[in-house]
């Protein structure tokens, strides 16, 4: 029975260790700490940067950290933000009594230190399960966005095409398309500024106008931009722009029509 219990015991603190160490690969570590390193960059940025640069001169220290700590705190939902606010003043408030010498005098003094720590745990542990929310939400998004993909390859006469998306975040703004009409295929890249979420929004739009346009209209690669070019500047309050390229193979010639937008020059290789 002990030995039984040793093997049951051994094995639960195996099966620990190896779902809290999962996923902890060298590639993953440094593209997280990449990420977490620009959102830092960013908040100093905004925080500071951005204000001294509009001011002309550069803001005292201490003007930095409160800056930084109220750009930080509002980040947080007022709830959050009050708890947050209340673990940071217990854990000061503890330590300058410390150094004061007043620990002893004062008679809530040895409820600081918990009260401060159990607020941040608890602001933690609140955090991190919203955050685990809204990655399960990006992760759909990002099913749904690579559902929409046309499949890596098109075999149809003569013509091969083969295809590959991966975006630098989760969910992006990168469009590839492959219509196959009656009269001929189109294949279509592009890419919307920006990226996330609102960028694979975006994207979603311009897929659906562009499919809409092809099968109603059939027009030509020239006359499918420029209609795609009306419907993007037609919100003037919309900042957002589009790059892209789309070529246009006619079942009944042996030639294409190509046409680009502000996107990247295509490289041809012949052998």
């Known amino acids: 029975m002990s030995l039984k219990n040793e093997a049951q015991s051994g094995y639960g603190t195996k099966k620990f260790y190896q779902e809290y160490v999962s996923g902890m690969s060298r590639e993953r570590i440094s593209k997280e700490l990449t990420a977490d390193t620009d959102r830092l960059k960013l908040l100093y940025k905004e925080a500071v940067e951005d204000i001294e640069r509009q001011q002309g001169h550069r803001l005292p220290g201490h003007v930095k950290f409160m800056r930084l700590f109220s750009d930080l705190t509002q980040r947080l939902n007022p709830t959050r933000r009050l708890a947050f606010g209340l673990g940071s003043v217990s854990f000061a408030a503890h330590y300058l009594l410390g150094l004061l010498g007043l620990s002893n005098v004062v008679i809530f003094s040895g409820l600081l230190l918990p009260f401060g720590f159990i607020s941040m745990f608890l602001l933690l542990l609140v955090e991190l399960l919203e955050k685990s929310d809204v990655q399960k939400e ?47 295929t189109y294949a279509v890249i592009a890419d919307v500024s920006g990226k996330g979420l609102s960028a694979a929004l975006y994207m ?48 009944d010639k042996d030639e294409f029509e190509y046409v680009r937008a502000g996107h990247n020059i295509p490289i041809y290789y012949s052998r």
């Open 204 to 251: 979603v739009r311009m897929q659906a106008l562009v499919n809409l346009l092809i099968s109603k209209e059939h027009p030509s690669p020239k006359d499918l931009f420029l209609q795609l070019n009306d419907f993007v500047k037609s919100n003037s309050k919309d900042k957002t722009f589009v790059t892209g390229c789309v070529a246009y193979f006619p079942n």
């Open 138 to 184: 990006i992760d759909l998004a990002r099913d749904i966005q690579l559902s929409l993909l046309p499949g890596t390859s098109l075999n149809k006469d003569n013509l091969e095409v083969y295809s590959f998306a991966h975006t630098a975040k989760e969910v992006g703004g990168d469009y590839l398309d492959i219509i196959d009409t009656e009269k001929g």
